[in-house]
């Protein structure tokens, strides 16, 4: 799955404890990674619309309401998520929803509609 994501394979040299010198191989996933070497990825919005298939809007709406992990600016015009925050998220929802305990919309009342109306 990490070769789908990251198809090339980089390697970056990290100074860790300030006495040693390690080689990451930074296509692994970022979870693996942040364990390592104790930093977190960012991703964009086009990456995160491929992670979360959610609109724009909902997802600002989300954030606003403290349910959805909040973006950060790198500069004036970058704006980037993290994705532990993200992944953490993704499995919270995973999890109320196999506890069927995550809010779901009402289902509507067919007898109120008014065109193809039900028949009591």
């Known amino acids: 799955m990490a ?3 990251f198809p090339h394979r980089f390697f970056a040299h990290i100074v860790v404890d300030s ?3 390690m080689e990451v ?3 692994t996933p970022n979870s693996e990674l942040s364990k390592s070497v104790g930093f977190s990825r960012t991703i964009r919005r086009d990456q995160l619309r491929k992670i979360v ?3 724009d809007t909902t997802i600002y709406e989300m954030e606003q309401r403290g349910e959805f992990p909040r973006r950060f600016y790198l500069t ?5 998520w993290d994705l532990d925050e993200v992944e953490q998220w993704l499995d919270d929802r995973r999890r109320l929803s196999a506890a069927k305990a995550a809010r779901r919309a009402p ?3 067919v007898h109120l509609r008014k065109t193809r109306p039900v028949k009591r």
């Open 3 to 5: 070769d789908k994501l």
């Open 53 to 55: 298939p959610l609109a």
């Open 25 to 27: 191989d930074l296509s």
């Open 19 to 21: 006495l040693e010198l």
């Open 107 to 109: 289902m509507p009342d």
């Open 76 to 80: 004036s015009r970058c704006v980037v």
